[in-house]
């Protein structure tokens, strides 16, 4: 019994060494997405500051397809030693569960690391369209028939909230991707559509789109005269679209709260605000817990507008 009580304070005072020593390798980030786009953008700046800040290094290992549900499957089922991180989005955590049938659990299958940006969508239109506000559009698309464009669900939902809470029909002209649907609205093709900040921004600033507000939560730095859709007449409306980092469930919390407090050195880094703001998103940095709230939080509310537009799994 001696033998294997000091066997078992060995091994705990092992595992408390490793997770102390934490990284003793190169760290994974696995970005469920090609490069070049949101998620990877900061999937890469992290990485870079990360090793600076623990001597060793933190790789991109870029998993795309299938709207981000291979490299996040690939994440799930890593082994949970701090060494695979996952670069985790609204789309793989919070609707593509809600729209299909996914390998993974968004709820169960991942330990919540830190929320490492939050970006609004805004709605704009296009010139020609008599709409200034958010009721002038609803009032329009009441009167006579609208389309509006959309090239993933994270654009398509947020007009589907909006029809729900302002009564309205609008037609849904799908895109093969952000591109398309851009130049879609440009030419007039579309009247209406919700769109990235960082596609957005420079064809309003420019006057070939007008933008009547932003789906967040708050008012975007990049548009700070344009009103949020809640302050538009529609109270409780918030579409943001985020990304974060999660790690296998089961990973040592020690380890979660090691990249999690550094993490947040990073987020507050000037450096690190101005490339995320330039690009339209805001660092936002908070607690494993508090992540973890808004993952479940996100996930139930997309869940809802998904059931209520009647949008049949696939």
Known sequence: MRALWMLSLFCVAGTAAAQGAYPVKPVRFISPFAPGGGTDTVARALAQRMGDALGKTFIVDNRPGAEGIIGTELGAKSPPDGYTLLVANLGTLAINPNLRKVPYDPLRDFAPVIQTTSSS?????????????????????????LNYGASSSAT???????????????THVPYKGTGPALTGILSGEVQAMFGGAINTVPQVRSGKLR????????????????PTVAESGFPGY???????IVAPAGTPRAIVARLNGEMLKILALKEVVDYMTADGAEPAGNTPEHFGSYI??????W???????????Q
């Open 121 to 145: 969508t805004v709605l704009v239109v296009h010139p020609s369209l008599p709409a200034k506000s958010v009721r002038d559009l609803v009032a329009l698309a009441r009167a006579k028939p």
């Open 156 to 170: 398509f939902l947020p007009m589907e909230m909006l029809k729900q809470m302002a009564k309205f029909e609008m």
């Open 238 to 244: 918030e579409a943001n679209s985020w990304n974060g």
């Open 211 to 226: 933008a009547l507000a932003v789906a967040g939560d708050r008012r975007a730095r990049a548009l700070p005269d344009v």
């Open 303 to 313: 869940q809802r507008v998904i059931r209520d537009a009647m949008i049949a799994s």
């Open 296 to 301: 479940r939080s996100e996930h139930a509310k």
